[in-house]
């Protein structure tokens, strides 16, 4: 720094002379050699902050950048496929809707849709639309990476790992090929990161090695930190503080949405956003810049209605499009796959033996830790209708997140109390019927089923590629969910919970008796 004022007190001094033997008459005024001094320090500065500032701060697209070798390499493997990723976060209820959304953007925009892991429950957050706080799509999508990383590092840290992907719990095949098509987020980032399609059973992968280096790379690009890439990457900055997502709605494009922050919230927070309904085949589709790269790379697809409009995406139908609207229609549930589906049977079948109540009672997580009156008030309710009209006593599967331990001077207590009333039921991890099908769902693999054509795997390659030291997938609540989708005598759910909101999906699509 010394050198370089040095350098430049240098030459302003020559400068000074320069214009000294220029003038007519000599400077009247030191105030006039401040403002010539300070001239040239600003035409300086200038020169120099282009010289060392990215184009990227200047520029959303990178057209000149060593990023680019790294996705011609993907772009060639990729075989012209064009991608659709997007960051999927909160609890498995959340990530499920994003993947339907996913689903449906997929097929829209005619990419072909990368499918997440499972992520840990809220091991990453949004934050709240309503409130406009929440992580950008940048920010997300760096988040969701992380995590993911953090997955496959089980495997370095205690020689077991576990990723599962979210095809492997639920069921698409009625989708894929036929409506969309869709490749395994492991089989997509074997290419993208250009390593060995095993990487997620590495026990090598820890902050030192060169397979996290090139991962963490990869990750970034695919991030949107750098910027877009030029034909091979676009991050698509839109969230729902800015951006309703809509398609072929017959509405003028880019319209303000009903749903704005009001002055109070604009004042407090100090923020300006404003949303706005976009087409997004339009911004997004042929045509368009997002339209040319290889990879789409979205931030969150959370939505959910809200003050008469949508929180992100408000595409409930397409007439104008039949193909949209098909699958739109397709997509509405999603089953589990059969092994999960065919556990829950057998727990009611083989466990239960009787007509049963099923009551999901979510009591410590969130909102609901402090509801616990109004969540028993319903079941109490049921019960009472229940005593009246059948015979005792009367068969409960719970599924809750309240320890058995802690059930003493709840109402969960006092049921398991009254042996001649009740006759509660619930599913342990520990279990053998979770643990069997468990190591069932890792057999089967039914998430490499995807995309494994790119690498020039057959079903029996995509089958060999189990880990050695692989833990097994924590798949309780899935098993719970199908155990309710079989009471025969109701459902009695947490008021707000999005899981009782899936379970009374399932009842609806009368999964039970299809599986």
Request: aromatic share 10%; with cysteine.
């Amino acid at each position: 720094m010394k050198n370089a004022a040095f350098n430049l007190d240098k030459n302003t001094t020559k400068s000074s002379s320069w214009i000294k033997k220029k003038q007519t008459q000599p400077l009247k005024s030191p105030l006039s050699l401040l403002l010539i001094l300070s001239l040239f320090l600003f035409i300086f500065l200038f020169i120099s902050f282009f010289k060392i500032t990215p184009n990227s701060l200047f520029s959303k697209t990178i057209t000149n950048n060593p990023l680019i070798s790294q996705c011609s390499k993907f772009q060639t493997l990729a075989l012209g496929e064009k991608f659709l990723w997007y960051a999927p976060h909160s609890g498995f209820s959340n990530q499920l809707s994003e993947f339907k959304n996913g689903i449906l953007m997929a097929g829209i925009l005619n990419r072909t849709l990368i499918v997440p892991p499972v992520l840990d429950h809220h091991a990453v957050a949004l934050g709240s639309c309503p409130k406009f706080r929440v992580l950008g799509p940048k920010e997300i999508r760096v988040s969701v990476w992380d995590h993911v990383l953090d997955l496959v590092k089980t495997g370095s840290l205690g020689n077991e790992t576990r990723y599962i992907s979210m095809a492997d719990i639920i069921d698409i095949s009625s989708l894929v090929p036929s409506s969309i098509k869709a490749i395994d987020f492991r089989v997509f980032a074997s290419l993208w990161c250009n390593v060995n399609m095993d990487f997620t059973c590495s026990n090598d992968l820890n902050a030192q090695s060169s397979l996290f280096d090139s991962l963490n790379l990869c990750g970034s690009i695919l991030s949107g930190i750098h910027g877009n890439v030029d034909k091979c990457l676009y991050a698509v900055d839109e969230d729902c503080r800015t951006t309703v997502w809509t398609y072929k709605n017959g509405d003028e494009d880019r319209v303000l949405d009903s749903f704005q922050p009001d002055e109070q919230l604009k004042k407090k927070k100090k923020i300006s956003y404003v949303r706005r309904r976009q087409d997004v085949y339009k911004s997004l589709g042929p045509g368009s810049e997002a339209g040319s790269a290889t990879v789409l790379a979205f931030g969150s697809l959370f939505t959910a209605p809200y003050k008469g409009s949508e929180l992100h995406i408000d595409i409930h139908e397409a007439r104008r499009d039949q193909r949209i609207q098909s699958l739109i229609d397709n997509s509405e549930f999603l089953p589990f796959v059969p092994e999960i589906l065919n556990a829950g049977k057998k727990f009611a079948l083989e466990t239960i033996k009787a007509p049963f109540l099923c009551a999901q009672l979510r009591l410590l997580d969130g909102q609901f830790k402090n509801h616990w009156k109004a969540t028993f008030q319903g079941l109490k309710q049921k019960l009472e209708v229940l005593k009246q009209s059948g015979s005792k006593p009367i068969h409960i599967f719970v599924m809750t997140d309240l320890p058995q331990g802690n059930w003493t001077g709840s109402f969960l207590g006092d049921m398991a109390s009254e042996v001649n009333h009740f006759k509660l039921y619930f599913l342990r991890e520990e279990d053998e019927l979770v643990k069997k099908t468990a190591k069932n769902l890792a057999v089967a693999g039914h998430g490499l089923r995807f995309g494994s054509a790119l690498r020039g795997l057959n079903g029996e390659s995509k089958m060999k590629m189990n880990c050695p030291h692989q833990r097994l997938p924590d798949i309780l609540l899935y098993i719970e969910k199908s155990v309710c989708s079989c009471a025969s005598l109701g459902f009695v759910g947490t008021a707000g919970s999005t899981i009782a909101d899936s379970i009374e999906l399932m009842r609806k699509f009368d999964v039970c008796s299809k599986s």
